[in-house]
């Protein structure tokens, strides 16, 4: 088991992003920081417009923080070298919420396997590639058989989402970003996906980020949770500490929204708050950086009501 001493992979160090103009500046990502370390599962949590993606995208290196930086490995990842940064491009992958747009649908899956391979390993002949190729398969449990000639249409949803989380494994990532990677796949064959999640977290100490904003999954992969509202972190820590005692109100909403049959609703947030749903959602989005420390790992920022 991996502790928490252990270096992050990749942090994020008070990084900021703020969209819009100087009169109306939306503030997509505020004073956000993490880590993510190998062999485990942080969650990323909040309703949509939140600033999930935006969160996704700096760790892309798509968006530029406006403040704060990424650390790799401890080293600053701004002004990194270009070799440095196709490395952080190869180690860092990404499984997006629409299988199907993030595949070309004029190439087989063949291909969209090869190509990585191709690109970022070297090492590998041809003999090398397809025998990797088959491994890859394998690994998201698909029958080489019966996918490795088809176009992605010819897939179903779920397979196709197989096929991204092959490619992404292509290049022996070290972090894995999956932004809603189930919220297009039929409930059916969602666990499916999320149990892969899983074995790639454990079998290849994988560090993932696992985006959502459904709370019940993000317990069946996660070990550590991040609430989101309005570009800020209000609640993270320990993923049981968090959803057993939640202590920022807008926490305590979110899990009033979610069906749990083992506990009333009532439970998550009590009568009071469910009736002040928009004093929290205006005072959470608030900027606050103070924060308070709910456990030894827990914290929330903190609320003025
Ligand atoms: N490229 C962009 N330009 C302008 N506004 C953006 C851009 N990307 C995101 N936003 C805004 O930032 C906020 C957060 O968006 P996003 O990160 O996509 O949230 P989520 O993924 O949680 O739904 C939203 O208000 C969204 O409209
Ligand atoms: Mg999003």
Do not use: C
């Not at 499984?95 to 590998?124: A, E, M, Y």
């Not at 996906?193 to 560090?207: H, V």
Request: glycine share 6%; aromatic share 6%; no cysteine.
């Amino acid at each position: 088991m991996t502790t928490l001493s252990d270096q992050p992979v990749l942090a994020l160090q008070n990084v900021s992003k703020t969209f819009g103009s100087k009169e109306n500046p939306i503030y997509a990502a505020r004073d956000i920081n993490f880590g993510l370390y190998p062999g485990r599962t942080l969650a990323l949590v909040g309703e949509s417009g939140s600033g999930k993606t935006t969160v996704a995208r700096l760790l892309m290196r798509e968006y530029i923080p406006d403040a704060g930086q990424l650390t790799f490995r401890g080293a600053p990842v701004q002004g990194a070298s270009k070799a440095s940064l196709r490395a952080y491009r190869s180690a860092v992958q990404m499984v997006f919420q629409d299988p199907f747009s993030s595949l070309n649908p004029t190439r087989t899956i063949h291909h969209h396997l090869s190509r990585p391979l191709h690109l970022h390993r070297p090492d590998l002949d041809r003999k090398g590639r397809e025998a990797a190729i088959i491994d890859l398969l394998a690994r998201v449990q698909l029958d080489p058989a019966r996918v490795l000639h088809k176009f992605p249409h010819e897939l179903s949803g779920g397979m196709r989402q197989r096929i991204s989380i092959a490619r992404a494994l292509a290049v022996n990532p070290q972090v894995i970003v999956a932004d809603e990677p189930t919220s297009m796949l039929d409930v059916s064959v969602r666990l499916g996906i999320l149990n892969l999640l899983n074995d790639m977290k454990s079998e290849l100490g994988l560090a993932l980020l696992y985006i959502t904003h459904d709370i019940a999954t993000a317990r069946f992969v996660a070990e550590d949770i991040m609430v989101m509202y309005a570009g800020q972190v209000v609640e993270w820590g320990d993923m049981d500490s968090v959803l057993t005692n939640p202590q920022h109100p807008y926490t305590r909403l979110l899990l009033a929204a979610v069906p749990d049959p083992d506990r009333r609703i009532d439970a998550a947030a009590p009568q009071n708050e469910l009736a002040r749903v928009e004093d929290i959602r205006a005072a959470s989005a608030r900027v606050q950086t103070e924060v308070q420390q709910i456990a030894p790992n827990h914290f929330i920022r903190k609320i003025n009501l």
